[in-house]
């Protein structure tokens, strides 16, 4: 069955990095993109990122700032979020999006 599965969350420090990994399986046929969304306490789910499958083009919500970076591995089937200087105000939960399919999400804590 078709699914996406996030993994490389965890407890990372004020200024520290970590990384974070979406494998898709049983999908058929290529997305026109994937994403990361990211769910904080009291907030509604926010777009962080996104890359086209076909062309690797990127796009980064503005409030991110150049700190994230999005990548991917076609053979892989895998995309990935790189997280750097990262801020307490970071802390969620990031979801991986394919279409409407949707990751259980990999928890990130920034503190100190």
């Known amino acids: 069955q078709a699914q996406l599965v996030e993994s490389g969350g965890g407890l990372a420090q004020p200024g520290g990095s970590l990384r974070l990994s979406c494998v898709a399986s049983?999908?058929?046929?290529?997305?026109?993109?994937m994403n990361w969304f990211r769910e904080a306490p009291g907030k509604l789910r926010e777009f962080v990122a996104s890359?086209?499958?076909?062309?690797?083009?990127?796009n980064y919500a503005d409030s991110m700032n150049g700190r994230f970076t999005i990548s991917k591995d076609n053979a892989l089937n895998t995309v990935y979020l790189e997280m750097n200087s990262l801020k307490p105000e970071d802390t969620a939960v990031y979801y991986c999006?394919?279409?409407?399919?949707w990751g259980q999400g990999t928890q990130v804590t920034v503190s100190s």
């Open positions: 049983g999908f058929t046929s290529a997305p026109y993109a």
């Open positions: 999006n394919r279409e409407r399919y």
């Open positions: 890359i086209t499958w076909a062309g690797g083009l990127i």
